[in-house]
């Protein structure tokens, strides 16, 4: 029970019960003659003030005898001892002593205190919830994540375990429905599953997708060869924001979709679809039927259609720091840091050279090889290309990368062929002409650009593109990439265009020996070329009717972990860079570029 105290300011203040000393009298406790009570009232206040921030000490009492009260009239003795009052201090205040000469005062305990306190309660739940809130990150999330990587590490056994590179490839073992998805689409056209290669072989088709179902959705683990990412691409500095839910399917193609829509501290979202880990290839003919965005005439927006090697994740930094774009296997000077300043270069060095001291079950997938991640584009569309004397239309370019670099970015020029050389050649797409950027401080661009028909746009029409190659060392064949407009050539390179370079002191690069994965996004950013945001229009639409893969029939690799170019442990091994895309390099990502030799001196 509470009491309450008048300070000397005459302000309410709570008091607290004091300690308890057994019943201070009896309840039938009645005022004794008036002439007792006055001597009481008196004996008290000729005492020392007694402070009430001191009343739960407890009084010190003298071993006087029994003192005696009136109690109903009668002379009664009190059960407990009282104080002294020349000997022992005070164990009671004013008010107690007012309150206990009170005939109504009610000694008994509150029969209200199992009443809901709401601050209590608050307090209560408050202190729950943190404590459950520490038990999930320090149990639950843990937990979660090492079940995910199981999920995963599972996913990727099953991936590797399809046997893609058998010539008659199976049913994916994860089904989106009911009895898998067919690696060839059922929908792709008997006419349409072959192809005639540069050297008059007749390649066949080996993966396809139409995208004829509506309404796909491609987030982790909808579709087993399609991703739909979801990061910011800092790489490139994009004003986008990837986003799944800007990626599907509708009217018979794939759908990607720019709106003006805040994302993450960005203004624009759009999408980004990978097939990494999950589908690859090593050389053939790919190709997609694309309507680009527009309109034509207004420069800012960049569509691409391209290929990365499967040890980098595209959108995750971490993962291509010192593999991107390096396509070499030699052990020289283009394996070093800045490529020890022979050229101008900002990259790493190459993370996985030819030659690396250390444990090659960790650091090398396969050991006395060289590794990368090239490059190699169908496609990026930039609008308001004026390179063509006007900017009324866009433009394509189709290009691959490379490290190490040539003496300047310079490519053999030699070896390298311009086929469209005149406007309307290809339909009434413009003349194909060679690309002014060749490079920079982390990459070497061998490109050309063609200029496109201004109805190819915003779903009107739509026409093919394409690349073809045959990789490095590859037996009996010369390596080569050719790209292609509507089943044209427009330009062509050998490998021997990034041959031996003296200059810079490099040796053969080579046309990609990597499992490539595909990449279609649709993006926008400064670091491509102007974007002119006030005409641009919100939300504009990437459409892709289909992508079809066609290889030669004693070559046929669709594999992401090809036994000759293993990824699959290499990943596993090094998880952590090809999950999270926020980390930037691959120490942030908690390891270290292993030790090498030029002189095979480890």
Known sequence: MAFRWKSSKGMAIPFTKLPSYGSIVDESYQSPPAARHQSHRSLYHSTTYYSPFTYHATPRLSLSSVSNRWVNNRLSTISQPVFDNEKDESPYSIDLLQDLDDPDFDTSYPSDWMKPNIRGWGNTLSLLFLLLSLL???????????????????????????????????????????????????????????????????????????????????????????????????????????????????????????????????????GMLQSWNKICFTGGLLEVNVSLPGPPDVSGFWPGVWTLGNLARAGHGASTDGVWPYSYDSCDTGVTPNQSFTTKSFIPGQRINRCMCGSPSIDNPYPGKG??????????????????????????????????????????????????????????????????????????????????????????????????????????????????????????????AVGP???????????????????????????????????????????????????SPDRISVDCDPEDYPTAEYIKNHYNAYMNPNLTTWEQAGYSFPTYSLNSSC
Request: contains cysteine.
């Open 136 to 270: 999930g990150v320090f149990l639950i999330l843990p937990l979660a994540l090492a079940i995910s990587k199981e999920a995963n590490d599972r996913r990727a056994a099953q991936e590797k375990n399809n046997g893609y590179n058998s010539t008659s490839p199976p049913t994916t073992t994860i089904p989106t429905t009911p009895g898998g998805r067919s690696i060839i689409d059922p929908d792709t056209p008997a006419q349409e599953r072959t192809r005639t290669s540069y050297y008059g072989e007749e390649w066949k088709l080996v993966f396809s997708d139409e995208f004829n179902n509506d309404g796909r959705t491609f987030y982790p683990g909808d579709d087993p060869f399609w991703e739909a990412v979801d990061l910011h691409y800092w790489l490139t500095e994009d004003l986008e924001w990837y986003s799944p839910d800007m990626v599907t399917t509708e009217g018979g193609s794939l759908k990607i979709t720019m709106a003006n829509m805040p994302t993450h501290n960005l203004n624009y979202r759009s």
């Open 371 to 496: 590794r990368g991640a090239p490059e190699m584009d169908i496609l990026e569309a930039a609008g308001a290309d004026d390179k063509f004397g006007h900017g009324t239309s866009g433009s394509v370019s189709q290009s691959a990368q490379f490290a190490p670099f040539d003496y300047h970015w310079l490519a053999n020029r030699s070896e390298i062929t311009i086929s469209n050389k005149k406007s309307k050649t290809i339909g009434n797409n413009g003349k194909t002409i060679p690309n002014t950027f060749q490079g920079n401080e982390y990459q070497q661009a061998v490109s050309c650009l063609t200029q496109v028909d201004t109805s190819m746009y915003d779903g009107q029409a739509y026409q093919t593109y394409a690349f073809e190659y045959v990789p490095s060392n590859t037996a009996g064949k010369q390596a080569y990439v050719r790209w292609l407009v509507n089943g044209q050539e427009t330009w062509r390179m050998y490998d021997e």
């Open 501 to 551: 370079n003296n200059k810079s002191q490099v040796w053969q690069r080579l046309i990609s020996v990597e499992p490539m994965s595909i990449i279609l996004n649709f993006g926008m950013s400064t670091a491509f070329g102007p974007v002119d945001l006030s005409s641009l229009i919100f939300p504009s639409y990437m459409y892709v009717d289909y992508i079809r893969l066609y290889q």
